[in-house]
């Protein structure tokens, strides 16, 4: 047992050690101490919690610790690279989850003992539930969609947005309820509310698009979080308080600069339904025809370029060509040319997916660079490799007002002296749209699987 100056001095320790962290976690030349600092606040705040005097039943916490814990250790040992954006939508619902139960175990003990709770603890209860369950049932749809486990296209019907309104105009009513006649209020009313605001959860993810979850999992990101702080105000944990704010408030900001990438408001990522319809948008590519290369002539491009950036997307995860393109840009290099990768802020399918991708394969951090930064090299750049992008590079979003992509900020791949783009085949990316890329002069496709397509360029490069 510690006494509560210690046990407040310490929580100030954890959080001042979350703060350093998430600041060093905004660098891959950082993250990694960054959340070695982020681990240790965790650890502190923990061994605090249970050594305070609040803290009655060790054998439940350690089977929750024992249980709790080899699931993590299991999922982080074998969920593959290109399913950690599932990973980490379950962690948010699993978050929201634990917010929601643990206000409801709050608000159900107060109503068992008679006890009454003051305004404000009310209020926190009430929404600790309300974010907790959109958060669980919003993650879980955006886990079915991208485990492909339903549609990724958005789902609409007639009315939809009425439909949400109302149904929120009704939660809110509730819980007005719940808090101002706590002593009178029916139980059925609690629970209604639960099942309404798990319901809201699912209907305000179905109509979003694929194009857009990686905004919607950062946005989910941060509702965990501040589900997370009203419960710290629920059972009076200032450190939960402060951690939940910090992943609220990281989690809107960053929601926001990835809006901001995308030259979209927030608003119409929530209820744009983006990518719902194709058929006005963008340019036809009837008539239009597009350069293949092979191997050999790829090889030859690659080996006497002087200067080579390569454009990651979601197609290297999913090939898990990671280890390939390193060999490859060793290779380029050892031949006298420098190799650079640009990092699109929503390349892949959730923030820093490159970033974390490439560096398992030990490419240098200073090899990545982000879009503002390597926009301005493209045009004195011998050979641009887009590997598995596709819309972030797509010229329309500068050039068709009627693309559904016009104004986003792109890599400007098709500045480059030339282009290789490798890819399966030609479908559209999220946006659902042709790309103009594919079809520019000084584009050449290299198609099929990114790994195979690599290995073969790797062994035909050393040959050079």
């Not at 965990?224 to 402060?242: P, Y």
């Not at 008539?287 to 002087?306: P, R, S």
């Amino acid at each position: 047992m510690i006494s509560i100056a210690v046990e407040r001095l310490l929580y100030l320790v954890a959080s001042v050690l979350f703060i350093i962290g998430l600041k060093r976690l905004g660098s891959p030349e950082t993250a990694r101490k960054g959340n070695q600092l982020s681990s240790l606040g965790m650890l502190i705040a923990v061994i605090v919690t249970l050594l305070s005097t609040k803290t009655i039943e060790y054998g439940t916490i350690a089977a929750g610790l024992l249980v709790g814990g080899a699931l993590g250790l299991w999922m982080a040992r074998t969920v593959a690279m290109t399913s950690m954006p599932q990973m980490v939508a379950l962690l948010n619902g699993l978050g929201g989850g634990a917010s929601l139960l643990v206000a409801s175990a709050e608000y159900l003990h107060g109503v068992q003992v008679g006890a009454t709770s003051t305004f404000d603890v009310a209020i926190s209860t009430h929404l600790g539930v309300l974010i907790g369950a959109v958060t669980l049932t919003g993650s879980a749809i955006a886990w079915a969609k991208l485990q492909e486990v339903m549609s990724g296209k958005p789902i609409v019907f007639g009315g939809q947005k009425v439909v949400n309104s109302l149904l929120f105009a009704v939660i809110l009513g509730f819980i007005t309820w719940l808090v101002a006649s706590p002593a009178t209020v029916p139980m059925w009313a609690f629970y209604t509310l639960v099942a309404l605001a798990l319901l809201i959860g699912v209907l305000l993810v179905i109509p979003i698009g694929g194009a857009d979850m990686p905004v919607v999992i950062s946005l989910l990101n941060s509702y965990s979080g501040i589900a997370a702080a009203m419960t710290g105000f629920v059972i009076k944990s200032e450190v939960l308080v402060i951690s939940g704010a910090l992943v609220g408030s990281s989690g809107i900001i960053l929601s926001q600069i990835m809006c901001k990438a995308m030259n979209r408001s927030l608003t119409n990522v929530l209820f744009g339904a983006f990518g719902a319809t194709t058929a006005a948008s963008g340019k036809s590519a009837a008539g239009l025809t597009v350069k293949e290369t092979n191997i050999e002539e790829a090889a030859l491009q690659l080996a006497y370029a002087q200067s080579v950036i390569v454009v990651p997307g979601y197609g290297l995860a999913v090939a898990q060509a990671q280890h390939q393109v390193r060999e490859l840009m060793e290779l380029i290099e050892k031949r006298g040319g420098t190799v650079k990768f640009a990092i699109h802020p929503v390349a892949g399918r959730m923030p820093g997916h490159m970033n974390v991708l490439l560096a398992e394969s030990n490419v240098p951090y200073d090899k990545l660079v982000d879009m503002d930064e390597i926009n301005g090299e493209f045009e004195r750049t011998d050979v641009c490799l887009v590997i598995g992008a596709n819309d972030v590079v797509n010229p329309a979003a500068r050039t068709d007002t009627s693309s559904p992509i016009y104004g986003m900020p792109i890599l400007n791949a098709d500045y480059a002296k030339r282009c290789i783009v490798m890819k399966r085949g030609m479908s559209a990316g999220f946006a659902g749209i042709e790309n103009e890329l594919f079809y520019g002069e000084k584009t050449q496709m290299l198609f099929g699987n990114a790994k195979d397509t690599l290995v073969k360029l790797v062994a035909e490069v050393k040959q050079v």
